[in-house]
């Protein structure tokens, strides 16, 4: 185990790229380089808040000294860092954006575990960059925790993720309007150090096509192929390779559906090419099971970012980049043969993963694809709370004889009165679903087994993590660190003070229901 105060971190990105290596934070285009050098601004006081102890064992981190605390704040880098904010751009709701880059986010350097893996560590909320346009580069204690926690919730959900390694709060005040409403206020700021193999994204290459850098671009698809991707080889990697992009983008919106995950803001520069899910901000579980629920104020005219629409606004962003990717491939009709096939892939994952959630042997005809839509269409019109309705159903009596024995069963996952044609719709899908159990190739026994895998009991709620915020803020963490606790442990029983539906003061609160891209 080492100290990050005195470990030597390795700088192969910077190595390998063109950047500014001027350290001016004056917003610009940087045009002819991927990142410009972007030395933390120092703060007055950090302080630890939390610290992932199973991450750092995993990456060979020991526990901070004092030295360390002071890198975790921004106000110490040592020497063989190189602190940096990385040029990409993207498409924002649908809309070309042009430059954006790293605007309050600086990676330090890459680690090398004792396991021989290499991740970026980066301080989110460290200062201005080059990139931070109008913006000051800090965050607040309100994102910053919402971004902690539910990185980690993520991992151990078993969903593909950036993680978090550390929290601090600065000392030091950072004003902010939540929602864009002239109604700024003065909050505690705070830093996350974040890590993941890399945190590349789609806006990455986009940046790089859109200026015509059509060397660097080859450059860094090369590289990204060589280091994450080194299965990978031929004169077709490119190709193969932005196959398995699409591939992992499909696996992860899977993922991101079985838990009822909302991410309310996949813009392409908040896209992965490691299929990671990467910038938590205004993210949400579903409460009540709405497919056109988004939790992101920013989002709501169009409902662009809702739970129902994520798989295909993926497809899109993978158009995007694919468009990114044609200087390089000559035969442009093969690139939209690979990005054709997120379809297939998407749809595969998709069933396996509604048969593991009910229990089944697998969607084997048309009779099991039609039983899951049946699902669907009256959760939508019921709309239980999703994670409860779902645990209910491992536990469902075979003696429910009447609409009205189902519907007690059901009443804790509900959040009002349901019309009695919906009920009738619930109780003909649990028959029939009932039915397709009893024809299971597997024991019962090995159908409860996939159910409590795929179903998580314990999610980190807004209200949860709003809750949680205040106490912090109060200098109260007794929520924080049973949250930090529960998330670890989402499948069991463990954590059932937490097993309750939504509470009515939640629905329109804010910081709740309702959340923007400053959340």
């Avoid at 988004?294 to 739970?307: I, Q, S, V």
């Avoid at 442009?332 to 998709?350: A, H, M, N, P």
């Avoid at 019309?419 to 159990?437: C, G, I």
């Amino acid at each position: 185990m080492e100290n990050l105060s005195s470990k030597r971190f390795k700088r192969d990105f910077v190595d390998t790229f063109p950047g500014d290596d001027s350290g001016d934070l004056h917003p610009r285009q940087t045009p002819g380089v991927l990142y410009s050098k972007a030395r933390p601004t120092p703060v007055r006081k950090p302080e630890l808040v939390a610290w992932s102890a199973e991450l750092a064992d995993s990456l060979g981190i020991a526990k901070p000294n004092p030295d360390d605390i002071q890198i975790l704040g921004g106000n110490l880098v040592t020497p063989t860092m190189y602190p940096y904010a990385a040029c990409y751009a993207g498409h924002q709701f649908g809309n070309w954006a042009g430059q954006l880059g790293d605007g309050r986010a600086i990676t330090l350097g890459e680690w090398e575990s004792h396991h021989g893996n290499t991740s970026e560590l980066q301080l989110k909320g460290a200062g201005p960059t080059a990139y931070s346009r109008r913006a000051d580069g800090r965050a607040v204690l309100r994102s910053s925790v919402r971004e902690y926690l539910m990185s980690e919730a993520m991992h151990y959900l078993n969903i593909p993720t950036t993680r978090a390694l550390a929290l601090v709060t600065t000392g030091d005040m950072v004003t902010r309007d939540m929602f864009y409403d002239g109604r700024p206020a003065d909050e505690p700021g705070a830093i996350v150090m974040r890590t993941a193999p890399s945190f590349l994204r789609f806006g990455n290459f986009e940046m790089l096509a859109a200026r015509n850098e059509i060397d660097n671009l080859t450059q860094l698809v090369n590289w990204t192929i060589e280091r994450f991707y080194p299965h990978i080889e031929g004169d077709e990697k490119v190709l193969h390779w932005f196959g398995e992009v699409v591939e992992r983008t499909a696996t992860m919106i899977v993922e991101w559906l079985r838990v009822g995950f909302v991410h309310g803001v996949m813009n392409t520069d908040n896209m992965s090419v490691l299929g990671l899910t990467i910038d938590y901000g205004p993210y949400s579980f579903l409460d009540n099971y709405d497919p056109d629920f988004t939790p992101n104020t920013t989002d709501l005219p169009g409902k662009r970012y809702a739970f129902g629409k994520q798989a295909n606004i993926a497809y899109w962003n993978l158009s995007r980049l694919a468009n990114a990717l044609v200087p390089m491939i000559s035969d442009t009709g093969q690139l939209e043969s690979q990005l054709r096939r997120y379809e297939d892939f998407y749809w595969s994952k998709y069933y396996a993963m509604m048969a593991n959630k009910l229990g089944m042997d697998g969607i084997n005809n048309e009779d099991d694809v039609k039983l899951v839509g049946e699902l669907t269409k009256v959760l939508t019109a019921i709309q239980p709370d999703m994670t409860i309705f779902y645990q209910l159903l491992i536990d469902l009596p075979t003696d429910l004889a009447t609409e009205e024995d189902m519907l007690n069963f059901f009443r804790s996952s509900l959040y009002g009165d349901p019309e009695p044609t919906d009920v009738t719709q619930l109780y003909a899908f649990v028959t029939n679903y009932q039915a397709r159990l009893r024809a299971n190739s597997c024991t019962r026994e090995d159908s409860l087994l996939r159910m409590r895998k795929a179903n998580p009991r314990f999610i980190l709620r807004n209200y949860l993590l709003h809750t949680a915020i205040e106490e912090l803020q109060r200098g109260e963490n007794n929520l924080f660190l049973k949250l930090q606790h529960a998330l670890k442990d989402p499948y069991s029983k463990n954590h059932d003070e937490f097993f309750k539906i939504r509470p009515g003061w939640a629905t329109q609160q804010a910081g709740c229901s309702m959340l923007s891209c400053s959340s």
